[in-house]
């Protein structure tokens, strides 16, 4: 029994190394999912990437951090962009699938930023000032040195990595307020603070246009500080975090090189020019 | 004539053109109205759209707290030998076939999940029957978020095998020696653990919990809980492209025995091994015997560049197994006084070890082997000697498998793998039955083809 069973395996093994050769001649193809945030950058290093290498195919999509991270899990992509660093449970779940300890590459830095009406008054806010909106416990922008009116909240969905970091660094892990609008996207939230002067929004720095970007301090008795190349740097700005892209194992061949390419000058130039900051 | 027609003229065409201009005047003002009313319209339109939206949003957000998840695993299996019912590859066969198609498991799992606190049912339907697998809540202190409480019906804490859910697992079954000390893997009670995502105390995990200890659907039948733990530690060498993973699992626990046999002055009776024979105790209805397992597991990952992952995993397991006579399962206590034998108690050991290789993302391939021998006391032609108490609950198996794993996608696998047991023979056990002679190695391998299904 052992031998015709031995006979089928090697039928399989022949068949699975002319897959493997099939697979080898293959044009070259990168597929990257995830944060929201991140997509905007992601598309861009693509096309300027394959300008340049065109024999290599990079597919970026968006869906969260989290749609992306569970893609990398699923093995149905080959980076996942997140605005958040993978949680222990994740890196459990690829080494249960893969075997791998997974791989954390930091590509940006980015600013959340705090937007609000043009036509709102106010300038600045502290963490305490913001967690307090986001809690429920502020629900009037006089309370704020603003006009009599009610905060109208908006927030992203809870795939989003922004979603995530913004609920652990600035409301301490509480949840949001019941009531908060949740948006599909920061450029959704953008475009909902662009209608409504009574809003109040958070996103990336990069699709900060048509609304007025908050100042934000540590505390009351810090400085206010706008999200800039200079204040993320000097991580003076209060809520400053990585973008990071993760992939299964450490990237080789033309993962590898797309990597490299990204850390680069050229690839960290297009950084800023969308609006986040370098890594270095 | 001509100076009254030069007058009227002029008067006439202002009168006309005057005229004409209130009406588009008049003209323009409905349609400004009427755009007003328009817009107005679409707005309040709009309004309660987006009101609408909102209200299903606030539902649809409550319905994303409940996820629906399963799996089912449908597989057709070849014996070696007509009949084989010895097998822990996941099949038993009758008497007139060795081969059949059959329904593993059929998974399907409703877990509720408010951040904090979850709700979790599963359910399996297979060839086997239905059965609640999970039915358990817990909740997560909120102030550091590391220690978890669970109470219900959950997967028992220790070592490692257990909690590596079926659906990832690369052979079709657990080990033997998993199998026979924790069948169905759960248990009812409640649990603590405790678990960090950051800082130094990411590197050490910790689960105990207390357990009725009679399986997930018999009574209690006692007052004496099970104790069963594990202490772990992960060790994520990233930069180096490993990890290595491991722990020390107790089960401290007690069985009551129920032995309905022996009555009167001897009324219950109890065994013992001293030296390669088991010793009768009298007297022993009622009393408590001791189910102590202890484990050691190790997991060591590596990032093979190129070519995939790789895991070794390891896990050895001793201690004490009250079991009866014919079997080292243990020893599930009678309820309602029905006819039930003695307590055996025999100090075990066991231990498997996987080599798992990924190719790619899509194929795996897995070496395994285990071993299990229920009674370290006594080996080989001392089993079965006459008088001695012992026999086939005592005979040790060692098994190595091989296999191969593709994932089509993230949904839908296929699993080849084949299992060759070996058994440990005792001219003492020599039967006509080809199926119960274990003066030889019984022909029991299996040959399994599964197809997984997991949403």
Known sequence: MLKKYMKTASVIGLAFAGSLLFVAAAKKTITIKGSDTLVILAQRWAEKYMQSHPEVVIQVTGGGSGTGISALINGTTDFANASREMKKSEFNKLKQRFNTLGNEIKVAKDGITVYVSQSNPVKELSIAQIRAIYLGEVSNWKDLGGPDAPIVVYGRENSSGTYVYFRDNVLGGKDYMSSMQSLPGTAAVVNAIVKDKNGIGYGGAAYAEGIKIVNVKKDDSSPAYAPTLESIKNSQYPIARYLYMYSRAKPTGAMKEYIDWILSAEGQELVTKVGYFPVN | MLRKLMIALPVFFAVIFGQESDNAAVQNESNNNSSSEKIAELEGKVNGLEESYLETKATVSKLARLKVSGYLQAQWAHAETLGVSTSKAGAKFDKGTDNRFFVRRGRI???????????????????????????YLSFKEPWLKNFTATMGIFDR?????????????ESPERSRVYQT????????GAKLAFSADQGIASFFNLKAGIFNGVTTLQLDNDDSKDFIGRAGFE?????????????????????TNTDTNATGITKGAAYEMYGEVFKRMTGQKGKEFNRQYFGLDLQYYLDIPVIGGLTLRGEYLWGVQPGTSSSSSFYQPSSGGAPHGAVYSRNFSGAYLYWVQCWGTKVQSVIKADYYDPNVDVEKHDIGVSGSGTGIADIAFK????????????????????????NEKSFNLTNKDPYKNFSRDLKDNVFTLRLQYKF
């Open chain 2, 181 to 188: 000390l924790f069948p169905k893997e759960r248990e009812i």
């Open chain 2, 235 to 255: 060790i994520p060498l990233r930069n180096a492209g490993m990890g290595i993973d491991g722990g020390f699992s107790t089960y401290l626990g007690k069985v």
């Open chain 2, 109 to 135: 799992k409703f877990n509720y999940n408010n951040g904090l606190s979850q709700y979790v049912l599963q359910f399996d339907a297979s060839s086997g029957g239905f059965e609640i697998k999970d039915a």
């Open chain 2, 399 to 422: 098994t190595a498998g091989v296999g191969l794993v593709y994932n089509w996608d993230a949904n839908l696998k296929f699993m080849f793998y084949y299992d060759i047991p070996r």
């Open chain 2, 157 to 169: 804490p220790f070592g490692y095998e257990i909690s590596y859910s079926s659906s990832m697992r």
